[in-house]
């Protein structure tokens, strides 16, 4: 499977997103975007069709978590869309994870790939002993709620590029991870902690990176991406 740069469409609005996307109208490899809950639900459906009409692959970042029947109905809309990339919460079960596949699976046998968040960054260990009941050491428990994924069938994970490399002795070296948390060498931070630049996640066997702000932040954003695309895919 070929690795891919995927940029993080975080605009509020659909006329940002274009602003953006038209600045890469000359370029041959179209890229790979995100479109994340903030924008869809702005924007809904019309700014998924009109990105997929640019020649856009699409990731849906909508981490869906719900019961398995309503999983399974709402990924057939979203499949329907013609996405490239779904994902769910890994904590809705493997039955829901099942459904979702279900859902996602066209009359001609194609599916977007399906991907799963484990735990999110943003919860510590501290409060998923403290406030979730979930007594195992934060590390373990990804891998288990990624083992899950694996075996419902699911592409990959959401992960560090720092634990891509677990993901793929766990779950099997063609088990996807999507890892974000990227920047340049020479960049800030912001609020990301963990950071890795896209050398280092294609050597650490990250599978797609995610980039945002490297990118839709930059002063050239083409030029930030395509050094994206020269790290990371090239080499
Ligand atoms: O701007 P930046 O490169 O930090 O954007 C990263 C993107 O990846 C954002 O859309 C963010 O929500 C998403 N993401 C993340 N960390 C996770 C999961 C998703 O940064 N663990």
């Not at 856009?56 to 499949?79: C, E, G, Y």
């Not at 428990?141 to 002795?169: F, I, Q, R």
């Not at 050597?203 to 932040?217: C, H, K, N, Q």
Request: hydrophobic share 45%.
């Amino acid at each position: 499977m070929g690795k891919d740069v995927i940029i993080a469409l975080d605009f509020p609005s659909a006329q940002e997103v274009f602003a953006f996307l038209d600045k890469f109208d000359g370029e041959q490899r179209k890229p790979f975007v995100k479109i994340g809950m903030e924008l869809f639900y702005a924007e809904g459906a019309a700014v998924v069709r009109e990105v997929k009409r640019r020649g856009h692959k699409v990731f849906l970042d909508l981490k869906l978590h719900d019961i398995p029947n309503t999983v399974k109905r709402s990924m057939a809309v979203l499949s329907a869309l013609d996405a490239d990339m779904c994902n769910l919460h890994a904590g809705g079960g493997i039955a829901m994870m099942k459904a979702a596949l279900e859902g996602l699976t066209r009359a001609d046998g194609t599916r977007p790939l399906l991907i799963a968040v484990t735990q999110l960054t943003s919860t510590g260990e501290e409060v998923m002993h403290r406030e979730l009941w979930i007594d195992r050491p934060l590390d373990q428990t990804v891998m288990h709620y990624a083992s899950n994924a694996a075996l419902a069938g699911l592409d990959g994970v959401v992960c560090s590029p720092l634990e891509a490399d677990k993901v793929h002795s766990v779950c099997g070296k063609d088990f996807l991870t999507v890892t974000p948390g990227i920047r340049f060498d020479d960049a800030s931070k912001g609020d990301q902690v963990r950071v890795t630049t896209p050398a280092k996640a294609r050597e650490l066997g990250s599978d797609y990176i995610v980039v945002g702000r490297p990118v839709t932040a930059a002063a050239d954003p083409v030029a930030a991406y395509r050094r994206c695309v020269s790290e990371f895919c090239d080499g």
